[in-house]
């Protein structure tokens, strides 16, 4: 009996040194795994456009990174289809509104829904807005290639010289890829593009000095933000001189005297805003508690024991728990259904605001149907340009007011007031 309680004894030592054993393996082989983060199978050269070169080296990042090519599984978070990553329909067909609102400007006729990144090229060709008229300043946010063509024409030439030009002498066939926001030899985050770095040095922002975590958002600024194009040259700024908020960039462009436009129906100098997506965040409490763009459309992930960025951009929607639940203790439900709801709320206050500006501009036609005098008119008219850019602010905007929802009320609601008060104004100057 002892003899047998031995050689069980022994077994199970034996199993358990054997599990102990194993269990330390396989520790040290998932710590060796970490370490190595990727396999270098070729070198990859200074601003390669190519994504499938850098895809050599980090499969599953191009895996994820090409996911963006199917839009339609967003359908299902995109309730309005107002914000980046749904299909490209037509906003004036879907929206009536948006040819009168935009009346006299190319954006009444072709004003496409945004896609994902790998659509960006094709998307920006295939526009009619500008036609053939397109400079190359067009092309700056659209192509990896794009620093390739700067450093052989210089920053001012690029954007002076006509887009169909450089398609035929460069031929760009790449969309946003790897190299705009990484280094090729360090792998770091970098800024590609000159107007994201000239701005925040015109704000006294020394980008080079930027963290780690910052440098998370700056990638996406350097594109997801409103510009505009200064001069014959058609050179590239981002209009943060006084500031991010709406007022500052309105006052900017009032010391400029910078039109868009003339709107067709009113005859008032209207500005088009562009998907001031890094401002509008600026202002919001995400920004405020250090959190990045990629926390939340490029959240991380864990493949085996590698910790990577997912590069399927996307929608925080899509992953909420790697997205949202890292910081909030609650259900995947319960935080989707409040990004739903600030959304809800923005889109009700955008559809007042459009409805109000409809109804500005009514009252300024009659008026000058009336024979009122274009000086009788001329505060209806500054009015109307306050009221739409505030309105377009939010409307061009990638996230539906998410992005910082007390500041996307209070925005809709001044374009309201000043809808209102163009109204007001243009139907007094009647009697």
């Given amino acids: 009996m002892n003899r047998v309680k031995l050689i069980l004894t022994l077994i199970v030592l034996i199993v358990i040194t054997i599990a102990v054993a194993g269990l330390l393996i396989s520790i040290f082989e998932r710590k060796q795994e970490a370490r190595q983060t990727f396999f270098k199978v070729v070198d990859i050269p200074e601003n390669e456009p190519d994504p499938a070169v850098w895809g050599q080296n980090f499969p599953i990042q191009y895996e994820d990174y090409n996911r963006t090519l199917n839009t ?4 299902d978070y995109s309730l309005y289809g107002r914000y980046g990553g749904s ?20 954006f009444s006729v072709d004003y496409r829904e945004d896609r994902g990144h790998l659509h960006a090229l094709e998307d920006m060709l295939a526009t009619q807005r500008l036609a ?17 063509i700067m450093n052989e024409l210089g920053v001012e030439r690029f954007y002076a010289t006509p887009l169909n030009d450089i398609m035929a002498r460069f031929s760009p066939n790449h969309s946003v890829s790897c190299s705009d926001c990484h280094d090729a030899d360090t792998l770091a985050l970098r800024i590609s593009r000159p107007a994201f770095r000239e701005a925040m040095a015109q704000r006294g922002i020394d980008i080079t000095q930027a963290t780690h975590q910052e440098m998370r958002t700056y990638v996406c600024a350097q594109c997801h933000a409103e510009y505009y194009f200064r001069g014959e040259g058609n050179y590239l700024v981002f209009p943060w001189a006084k500031g991010l908020e709406i007022e500052d960039i309105e006052a900017y462009y009032d010391e400029l005297n910078f039109t868009d436009w003339v709107h067709n129906e009113t005859q008032a100098p209207l500005v088009k805003i562009q998907h001031p997506d890094y401002e509008f965040w600026s202002t919001g409490i995400h920004a405020r508690s250090g959190v990045s763009c990629a926390d939340c459309h490029m959240p991380y992930k864990r493949v085996g024991a590698v910790k990577i960025t997912d590069h399927w951009i996307s929608t925080p929607l899509i992953k909420i728990n790697n997205a949202c639940i890292t910081c909030h203790s609650f259900s995947e439900e319960e935080m989707g259904q409040r990004v739903l709801d600030s959304q809800n709320i923005t889109f009700s206050l955008l559809n007042r605001a459009e409805n109000a500006l409809i109804d500005a501009q009514d009252a300024i036609i009659l008026a000058q149907e009336k024979g009122v005098s274009n000086e009788s008119l ?21 996230s539906m007011g998410f992005h910082s929802r007390q500041e996307a009320a209070r925005i809709l609601g001044a374009s309201i007031d000043y809808a209102r008060q163009a109204e007001h104004t243009a139907l007094t100057a009647i009697s």
């Avoid at 339609?72 to 359908?75: A, G, L, M, Q, V």
């Avoid at 299909?87 to 190319?106: C, H, M, Q, T, V």
């Avoid at 008229?133 to 192509?143: A, F, V």
């Fill in 378 to 398: 001329q505060e209806a008219r500054r009015l109307h340009r306050r009221a739409f850019i505030r309105w377009d602010f939010i409307s061009a905007e990638n």
């Fill in 132 to 148: 053939g008229r397109k400079p190359g300043t067009c092309l700056t946010c659209k192509s990896s290639n794009v620093p390739l």
């Fill in 72 to 75: 339609s599984e967003f359908t």
């Fill in 87 to 106: 299909e490209a329909f037509s906003r004036p067909d879907k929206y009536p509104n948006y040819r009168r609102l935009f009346a006299g400007y190319s």
